[in-house]
């Protein structure tokens, strides 16, 4: 707080300055010293209690900047209550203060190259396959938000607390969603003072329930007066800038921190280029500035997918200029609105690093063909804008949701959380499909180039099976990307288990050898016939899974094949 009251009475002396008539002559009249210096004071102590107080309500910064918006007033002020030489260069100052205001109002016309720059991208054509024996963080926030309400019980003093954010994270080498326990209101916050904890459940496992971590919080976004957590970052750090929500994050023994990503302007109090985070203890209040280099291991989203959404903006937006922008429109790609954060969706990638994922597209209304998607790594700022093969025709997001809308029509489910993933080679959007009151009811992947090829089921991985059967049985070449190669087997078959998934039915079968497998009808229809004792001949997957996928099977004695 010293820094905040040093920089306020630096303002307030300005004003003073500028305000009192430093000659003590003012139009018809000439003030004593007295009543200079009462007026002095009196100027000096209502422009220190304004900064202070519009600091410690509105939370903006202090950058010397700001000063430039109230300057053309104070100096006009100034100029009318004082006369002779004074009152000229004061005129001067209002002339070039108005000048500086419209310069930073129409920085948006002449910085967009800047932005642009600040965003740029790596280009890359294509991902890197799914590897499918991986288990995607599929598990939608609306399913993740709904669970946990339903087990708010767990919280003591229930009526005090209300469920906070969301915010995907690695813990213990587990993907999983943590959600901070808020107050409900200032007066649960006054009798309260703490929140007790926070919430976590598993971010791949849709199965798993909510658990309730009792963790003792005292500064909150909830929170009122000095214990508010962005006042209180603000009231240590007047002059950053910040730029999107704060984020809870804990570490691997289950500690909680806020973060708060900081940067620049890029030019004129306008646009915004992340340099780090400020990191606050939830409990003590004990606070870090810290550079992205130097970002603690356990913290995943380092920069806010706000502003991960707002270089989108700029990479998609300003590519050859602000008037190309909003005429011409030239190259220009919108990103989607279709992200669980800020319009961007957080992911992690084999090796478990976060990225945000924004696919872009036309912005020639009534077009659901996709230009390209972004991965931005969510502790550097890095990023790749991804083409996808040039050769074919890619639908958005929107187009993905669209067809699970229709699939499901009659049932009103919908899709959310579409993301794009190589799946065998092939751009395929993955979606968790949800029924009217939120519930997760399967998993649909829909072929990115070629609609008519898709499939659902209960999980990510059996939807991934079915997945590949659909690709081969459409005559597309599927690649694993777990370097599986083609195995082939002859055995007895000593058990079958068939369920029906969707249209077609999964059997799996266990060898006398030990070894269990899993094909779907719809790759081989006849599969529905295996028995128990049967001799089958099969081309597998040696993938290493549990259940190894079947690409063809024969089934001994059996006619048609």
């Given at each position: 707080m010293g820094q905040l009251v040093i920089i306020s009475v630096i303002f307030s002396v300005l004003i003073t300055i500028l305000l009192v008539p430093?000659?003590?002559?003012?139009?018809?009249?000439?003030?004593?010293?007295?009543?200079?210096?009462?007026?002095?004071?009196?100027?000096?102590?209502?422009?220190?209690?304004?900064?202070?107080?519009?600091?410690?309500?509105?939370?903006?910064?202090?950058?010397?900047?700001?000063?430039?918006?109230?300057?053309?007033?104070?100096?006009?002020?100034?100029?009318?209550?004082?006369?002779?030489?004074?009152?000229?260069?004061?005129?001067?100052?209002?002339?070039?203060?108005?000048?500086?205001?419209?310069?930073?109002?129409?920085?948006?016309l002449f910085n967009a190259d800047d932005k642009y720059n600040s965003a740029e991208m790596v280009e890359d054509v294509e991902i890197k396959p799914f590897d499918e024996t991986k288990k995607p963080a599929?598990?939608?926030?609306?399913?993740?938000?709904?669970?946990?309400?339903?087990?708010?019980?767990?919280?003591?003093?229930?009526?005090?607390?209300?469920?906070?954010?969301?915010?995907?994270?690695?813990?213990?080498?587990?993907?999983?969603?943590?959600?901070?326990?808020?107050?409900?209101?200032?007066?649960?916050?006054?009798?309260?003072?703490?929140?007790?904890?926070?919430?976590?459940?598993?971010?791949?496992?849709?199965?798993?329930?909510?658990?309730?971590?009792?963790?003792?919080?005292?500064?909150?976004?909830?929170?009122?007066?000095?214990?508010?957590?962005?006042?209180?970052?603000?009231?240590?750090?007047?002059?950053?800038?910040?730029?999107?929500?704060?984020?809870?994050?804990?570490?691997?023994?289950?500690?909680p921190?806020?973060?708060?990503?900081?940067?620049?302007?890029?030019?004129?109090?306008?646009?915004?280029?992340?340099?780090?985070?400020?990191?606050?203890?939830?409990?003590?209040?004990?606070?870090?500035k810290i550079a992205l280099p130097d970002v603690p291991a356990f913290i995943d989203g380092a920069i806010s997918p706000e502003t991960v959404s707002l270089q989108n903006s700029y990479y998609g937006n300003y590519v050859h200029g602000f008037w190309n922008s909003v005429f011409g429109k030239k190259d220009v790609k919108l990103p989607s609105d279709e992200g669980t954060e800020a319009n961007v969706s957080p992911?992690?990638?084999?090796?478990?690093?976060?990225?945000?994922?924004?696919?872009?597209?036309?912005?020639?209304?009534?077009?659901?063909s996709m230009l390209g998607y972004s991965l931005t790594n969510a502790r550097t700022g890095e990023a790749t804008y991804y083409t996808g093969n040039l050769k074919e025709s890619y639908m958005?997001?929107?187009?993905?949701?669209?067809?699970?809308?229709?699939?499901?029509?009659?049932?009103?489910?919908?899709?959310?959380?579409?993301?794009?993933?190589?799946?065998?080679?092939?751009?395929?959007?993955?979606?968790a499909v949800l029924d009217s009151n939120g519930f997760l009811q399967n998993y649909f992947i829909v072929s990115a180039a070629n609609p008519e090829i898709s499939a659902y089921a209960a999980t990510p991985n059996e939807a991934l099976k079915l997945y590949k059967a659909a690709l081969s049985r459409s005559g597309s070449t599927v690649d694993g990307s777990s370097n599986a190669e083609e195995a082939t087997k002859t055995g007895q078959v000593s058990r079958v288990y068939k369920e029906r998934v969707g249209d077609f039915t999964l059997v799996t079968f266990l060898l006398t050898t030990g070894e269990n497998f899993v094909v779907s009808t719809e790759a081989v229809p006849?599969?529905?016939?295996?028995?128990?004792?049967?001799?089958?001949?099969?081309?597998?997957?040696?993938t290493g899974e549990q259940f190894l996928p079947v690409k063809t099977m024969m089934i001994d004695d059996l006619p048609g094949q």
């Amino acid at each position: 707080m010293g820094q905040l009251v040093i920089i306020s009475v630096i303002f307030s002396v300005l004003i003073t300055i500028l305000l009192v008539p430093l000659t003590r002559k003012i139009p018809k009249s000439e003030l004593t010293s007295k009543q200079q210096g009462m007026l002095a004071i009196a100027v000096f102590t209502l422009s220190f209690i304004s900064t202070f107080f519009m600091v410690y309500v509105s939370k903006i910064d202090l950058q010397w900047t700001i000063f430039l918006y109230v300057l053309p007033a104070v100096a006009l002020g100034g100029a009318i209550f004082s006369v002779g030489l004074e009152q000229k260069l004061k005129s001067v100052i209002v002339f070039f203060s108005i000048v500086a205001v419209v310069y930073f109002l129409s920085a948006p016309l002449f910085n967009a190259d800047d932005k642009y720059n600040s965003a740029e991208m790596v280009e890359d054509v294509e991902i890197k396959p799914f590897d499918e024996t991986k288990k995607p963080a599929s598990v939608p926030p609306q399913f993740v938000e709904n669970k946990m309400k339903k087990a708010f019980g767990q919280v003591p003093n229930t009526s005090f607390y209300e469920l906070g954010n969301l915010q995907i994270q690695q813990v213990n080498g587990e993907y999983v969603y943590i959600a901070p326990v808020e107050f409900s209101g200032f007066f649960k916050w006054f009798n309260g003072k703490t929140t007790p904890g926070y919430f976590t459940m598993s971010a791949t496992d849709s199965s798993e329930n909510p658990k309730f971590i009792e963790h003792e919080m005292t500064y909150v976004p909830s929170a009122y007066l000095n214990k508010n957590l962005e006042r209180h970052m603000r009231l240590s750090y007047p002059t950053l800038i910040f730029y999107g929500e704060p984020q809870l994050e804990v570490d691997d023994e289950g500690k909680p921190y806020y973060i708060r990503s900081y940067g620049e302007f890029i030019s004129a109090r306008n646009g915004f280029d992340v340099k780090g985070i400020v990191m606050v203890d939830a409990i003590t209040g004990d606070m870090e500035k810290i550079a992205l280099p130097d970002v603690p291991a356990f913290i995943d989203g380092a920069i806010s997918p706000e502003t991960v959404s707002l270089q989108n903006s700029y990479y998609g937006n300003y590519v050859h200029g602000f008037w190309n922008s909003v005429f011409g429109k030239k190259d220009v790609k919108l990103p989607s609105d279709e992200g669980t954060e800020a319009n961007v969706s957080p992911i992690f990638s084999e090796e478990g690093v976060m990225y945000y994922f924004t696919d872009f597209t036309s912005p020639k209304e009534g077009v659901d063909s996709m230009l390209g998607y972004s991965l931005t790594n969510a502790r550097t700022g890095e990023a790749t804008y991804y083409t996808g093969n040039l050769k074919e025709s890619y639908m958005d997001s929107q187009g993905a949701l669209d067809i699970i809308e229709k699939k499901f029509i009659e049932k009103e489910w919908q899709g959310e959380m579409p993301i794009l993933y190589n799946f065998y080679g092939e751009a395929s959007w993955l979606s968790a499909v949800l029924d009217s009151n939120g519930f997760l009811q399967n998993y649909f992947i829909v072929s990115a180039a070629n609609p008519e090829i898709s499939a659902y089921a209960a999980t990510p991985n059996e939807a991934l099976k079915l997945y590949k059967a659909a690709l081969s049985r459409s005559g597309s070449t599927v690649d694993g990307s777990s370097n599986a190669e083609e195995a082939t087997k002859t055995g007895q078959v000593s058990r079958v288990y068939k369920e029906r998934v969707g249209d077609f039915t999964l059997v799996t079968f266990l060898l006398t050898t030990g070894e269990n497998f899993v094909v779907s009808t719809e790759a081989v229809p006849l599969a529905i016939y295996i028995e128990t004792g049967d001799t089958v001949k099969i081309v597998y997957y040696a993938t290493g899974e549990q259940f190894l996928p079947v690409k063809t099977m024969m089934i001994d004695d059996l006619p048609g094949q």
